[in-house]
């Protein structure tokens, strides 16, 4: 199969009452079930707290019937399943307010908060989470203080946060950057803090270092609020926000609709051709809720909404294997 072919964006078809149009929501995969969490309609404010919950096989939506201790309405919220819980921390409100770290049993259908954010991590929003087999890891946001380039990581097994070294004045406390742990490293792309970013950081959990990471080939325009996931030892970018506009969150800057692979051990770049038909295209977007999915016996990125061009919500659903 030539690589046009192999390199094609899927819309996903989408049945019954599912999230509808909304940007700065989190999205996660727990074998066929693709779970959907927080977003904004309007800039900063939260729209609701249900549990959307996605068949891929029947490509329906339903809302989870969920118990327990739910996370208050909030945007700027990230989650990460590991096994077959999901971990949802931060995110806020239209009043400042912050989420702590919620787990979600799927088995279950059970919501538990596990670190209240007055106990546990500082509150936030528009940071980034990654996992591994039993630890949650949290980077930068945006905090009651500032933009932070802290680093920690939440052990599922211990049920404790672990605070790693910060990233140093090299990488700047940022919001909306990429995070991916491949094989024992955690990865920081991007971000903003006030300017779009293009520097690249890599934390190594067996030696407690940074480094600042120097790449070729079709390096990515500096970007913030965008997709990032692992693929094998690859990482697979796609859109995000490479010029912020006048209004700042108010507004849609430059959005992109690219997609790029970065090799972890030859550390070049390659942009990937898109062989998707015109007309069919995506829409450039940002802010918009993405993970790793297996459709039709293929893995890929599946993203759903964010911001359009026109500050529009995006309601679509797509899908592009890797």
Same mark, same amino acid.
């Given at each position: 199969?030539?690589?046009?072919?192999?390199?094609?964006?899927?819309?996903?078809?989408?049945?019954?009452?599912?999230?509808?149009?909304?940007?700065?929501?989190?999205?996660?995969?727990?074998?066929?079930?693709?779970?959907?969490?927080?977003?904004?309609?309007?800039?900063?404010?939260?729209?609701?707290?249900?549990?959307?919950?996605?068949?891929?096989?029947?490509?329906?939506?339903?809302?989870?019937? /969920?118990?327990?201790?739910?996370?208050?309405?909030? =945007?700027?919220?990230?989650?990460?399943?590991?096994?077959?819980?999901?971990?949802?921390?931060?995110?806020?409100?239209?009043?400042?307010?912050?989420?702590?770290?919620?787990?979600?049993?799927?088995?279950?259908?059970?919501?538990?908060?596990?670190?209240?954010?007055?106990?546990?991590?500082?509150?936030?929003?528009?940071?980034?989470?990654?996992?591994?087999?039993?630890?949650?890891?949290? =980077?930068?946001?945006?905090? /009651?203080?500032?933009?932070?380039?802290?680093?920690?990581?939440?052990?599922?097994?211990?049920?404790?946060?672990?605070?790693?070294? /910060?990233?140093?004045?090299?990488?700047?406390?940022?919001?909306?950057?990429?995070?991916?742990?491949?094989?024992?490293?955690?990865?920081?792309?991007?971000?903003?803090?006030?300017?779009?970013?293009?520097?690249?950081?890599? =934390?190594?959990?067996?030696?407690?270092?940074?480094?600042?990471?120097?790449?070729?080939?079709?390096?990515?325009?500096?970007?913030?609020?965008?997709?990032?996931?692992?693929?094998?030892?690859?990482?697979?970018?796609?859109?995000?926000?490479?010029?912020?506009?006048?209004?700042?969150?108010?507004?849609?800057?430059?959005?992109?609709?690219?997609?790029?692979?970065?090799?972890?051990?030859?550390?070049?770049?390659?942009?990937?051709?898109?062989?998707?038909?015109?007309?069919?295209?995506?829409?450039?977007?940002?802010?918009? /809720?993405?993970?790793?999915?297996?459709?039709?016996?293929?893995?890929?990125?599946?993203?759903?909404?964010?911001?359009?061009?026109?500050?529009?919500?995006?309601?679509?659903?797509?899908?592009?294997? =890797?």
């Amino acid at each position: 199969m030539s690589p046009v072919a192999e390199n094609k964006w899927v819309k996903v078809g989408q049945k019954g009452s599912g999230p509808g149009p909304r940007s700065s929501h989190a999205l996660t995969v727990v074998g066929d079930k693709v779970y959907c969490f927080g977003g904004e309609l309007k800039p900063t404010i939260h729209i609701d707290n249900d549990l959307y919950v996605f068949d891929l096989q029947t490509q329906e939506w339903s809302i989870a019937p /969920a118990t327990g201790d739910a996370p208050f309405p909030c =945007f700027g919220v990230s989650m990460v399943p590991i096994g077959t819980t999901i971990y949802v921390y931060g995110g806020r409100d239209d009043t400042r307010r912050y989420n702590g770290l919620y787990s979600y049993d799927t088995l279950r259908n059970k919501w538990e908060l596990l670190s209240p954010v007055e106990e546990g991590l500082p509150g936030r929003s528009y940071h980034s989470m990654a996992c591994d087999d039993r630890n949650v890891y949290v =980077f930068g946001g945006v905090t /009651a203080k500032g933009r932070v380039n802290t680093l920690h990581g939440y052990d599922v097994v211990g049920r404790k946060w672990v605070e790693y070294p /910060a990233g140093g004045e090299a990488c700047k406390g940022r919001g909306g950057p990429g995070l991916v742990v491949v094989e024992g490293k955690v990865w920081v792309l991007f971000g903003f803090d006030g300017n779009k970013l293009g520097d690249i950081h890599c =934390f190594d959990l067996g030696s407690g270092q940074w480094t600042t990471v120097e790449t070729t080939g079709d390096v990515p325009p500096a970007r913030s609020v965008f997709p990032a996931v692992r693929s094998g030892k690859q990482i697979v970018v796609y859109g995000g926000e490479e010029e912020p506009h006048e209004l700042m969150h108010m507004g849609a800057g430059k959005l992109s609709g690219e997609v790029y692979r970065l090799d972890t051990e030859t550390l070049v770049w390659e942009k990937v051709v898109d062989g998707t038909e015109e007309g069919k295209k995506p829409s450039p977007r940002g802010w918009c /809720a993405f993970a790793v999915a297996v459709k039709d016996g293929e893995e890929g990125l599946l993203v759903h909404g964010g911001n359009s061009p026109t500050n529009e919500r995006l309601d679509d659903m797509v899908f592009r294997r =890797f």
